[in-house]
């Protein structure tokens, strides 16, 4: 079957540095997605990956590894809006999404 | 206001009645989306469309329809409304296939089925 793991939450603290990590296994790889989703509103895009190696955007860097099925999102500089779930989807060999469950991150002061 | 939006917002309906959701967007994007999404899970697809005319059953169809008549409006209708279809439900569309394409998300449905 096809399967995505996140872990469920995660705490840091304002200022600091989080890696969320994702885990997949699919049945074909045609890219993996990052969305933002805060309590009660729509998930919003973050970011893309489709070959090795890490994309950095801003605070925001994404990081893919296919050969392992693995990849972070590395969040610097933490601030309280981040407070969010974080979503890892990733695109099969039927061009569907498969979403993970997505991350909690709480962000302390 | 340019977007994707859904209408209503919050819906609550009792077991066997039917319900539809609205989702309309202004981009002219090719593909729109269906997706519940509950407590513990990812967001998982309903339906989805390529274009007008064209739809085509997700990972969870039963107990749904869908048409798109025109490339802009995608309603999702619940033909006998049960407990298990409590939910939120969002609408999405991109420009092109998901693969590559970020997807736009409307604000969300939340509906109870009592």
């Known amino acids: 079957g096809q399967n995505i793991d996140q872990p469920t939450e995660m705490t840091a603290t304002e200022g600091a540095i989080v890696q969320i990590n994702c885990t997949y296994q699919t049945s074909g790889f045609n890219g993996l997605f990052w969305y933002q989703q805060h309590a009660g509103e729509a998930p919003t895009f973050l970011s893309y990956?489709?070959l090795d190696g890490l994309e950095e955007k801003g605070r925001f860097s994404s990081f893919l590894s296919r050969s392992k099925g693995y990849s972070y999102l590395l969040l610097k500089e933490l601030q309280m809006k981040d407070s969010a779930s974080y979503l890892c989807?990733?695109?099969?060999?039927?061009?569907?999404?498969?979403w993970g469950a997505g991350t909690k991150l709480i962000i302390k002061p | 206001d340019a977007g994707i939006t859904q209408s209503p917002r919050y819906k609550i309906t009792e077991t066997g009645r039917q319900v539809t959701l609205m989702c309309h967007q202004t981009w002219s994007h090719s593909y729109m989306f269906w997706y519940r999404q509950d407590l513990g899970h990812g967001l998982r697809l309903i339906y989805y469309?390529?274009?007008?005319?064209?739809?085509d059953k997700g990972e969870v169809p039963d107990g749904y329809v869908v048409s798109r008549s025109k490339t802009e409006n995608f309603p999702l209708t619940l033909e006998s409304a049960t407990r298990s279809q409590t939910s939120v439900y969002f609408c999405?569309?991109?420009?092109?296939?998901?693969?590559?394409?970020?997807?736009?998300f409307g604000p969300g449905t939340r509906l109870t089925v009592l």
């Open positions: 990956n489709v």
């Open positions: 989807a990733v695109t099969d060999s039927n061009y569907q999404l498969i």
């Open positions: 999405a569309s991109s420009a092109a296939e998901a693969s590559y394409n970020e997807q736009f």
């Open positions: 469309s390529a274009a007008a005319d064209i739809t």
